[in-house]
């Protein structure tokens, strides 16, 4: 088996590194990361200037770019074979409910999965790297478990994990999770600049809004691991009938108007 490692953190973050170790003989391993930290990089590709991939010390090949170039020069032209699977992670501090959408770290995963390829994004809830190793054995566990039941190279799928920052010992289940919501986020912060212009620094990620049973809020709280399947589709089917009445009077009023 042939894993393509990434994240948002850079190549340099202990989450990255636990996680190569974790998984560096389980299957022929490969990272290439962004050169300094990206988070909140979402899906972004950098189209407007060169991208430059070079290799640290320890083997690891990092670029001038977003989590998501690392993964889509690699899988284009970098790497001469297809990797079985891509993982993304670990993440220093949570991707779950609204997170999801701004998270370098699934921005990763989800290139390996638009490219066709089994990809999972792995994070630590809190920001501390506290019991990382625990979470990198956690990881191990799964992936293993995973190719033992044929999951891996079967089908193109894509699994967002959120692991507390526990002790192995106290490391819950597995739980199947939905996304839950949080609040708005926190005021912008704002500070002048020694030039006395006025700087702003994005606020904090609300609280939680929706962390009910059955929420990836609620079983990492209890201290379960979640693991909740994504799709890229964003379409409101469920509204999709409520849209074709709305379209059909738009388009009937504009036909009129001319």
């Not at 948002?8 to 202990?14: E, I, R, S, V």
């Not at 079985?84 to 770290?105: H, K």
Request: proline share 4%; net charge negative.
């Amino acid at each position: 088996m042939k894993i393509l490692i990434s994240n948002d953190d850079g190549y340099q973050a202990p989450g990255i590194v636990a996680l190569y170790e974790a998984l560096k003989d389980v299957a022929e391993v490969e990272v290439v990361a962004p050169e300094h930290n990206n988070s909140a990089k979402s899906n972004a590709l950098t189209l407007h200037t060169p991208l430059y991939v070079q290799r640290a010390s320890n083997g690891f090949r990092y670029v001038n770019g977003t989590p998501a170039d690392c993964v889509h020069i690699a899988l284009t032209g970098l790497l001469d074979y297809r990797p079985d699977l891509v993982v993304s992670g670990i993440n220093n501090g949570a991707n779950m409910g609204d997170d999801t959408i701004y998270s370098g770290t699934v921005g990763a995963a989800m290139e390996g999965y638009l490219f066709g390829i089994p990809s999972i994004a792995f994070s630590q809830v809190q920001r501390d790297w506290l019991h990382l190793d625990a979470a990198a054995a956690r990881v191990r566990e799964l992936v293993l478990q995973m190719t033992t039941q044929n999951l891996i190279g079967q089908t193109s799928w894509l699994l967002n994990v959120n692991l507390p920052n526990l002790p192995i010992d106290q490391l819950g289940h597995v739980k199947l999770c939905r996304l839950g919501r949080r609040h708005a986020a926190e005021p912008v912060i704002t500070q002048q600049s020694p030039r006395g212009e006025t700087m702003y620094w994005i606020g904090a990620a609300g609280a939680a809004k929706d962390d009910a049973e059955g929420t990836d809020f609620h079983a990492t709280a209890q201290g379960h691991i979640a693991v909740t399947p994504l799709k890229v589709d964003l379409t409101d089917h469920d509204h999709l009938g409520y849209w074709a009445q709305t379209v059909a009077g738009l388009s009937k009023a504009m036909s009129v108007a001319r």
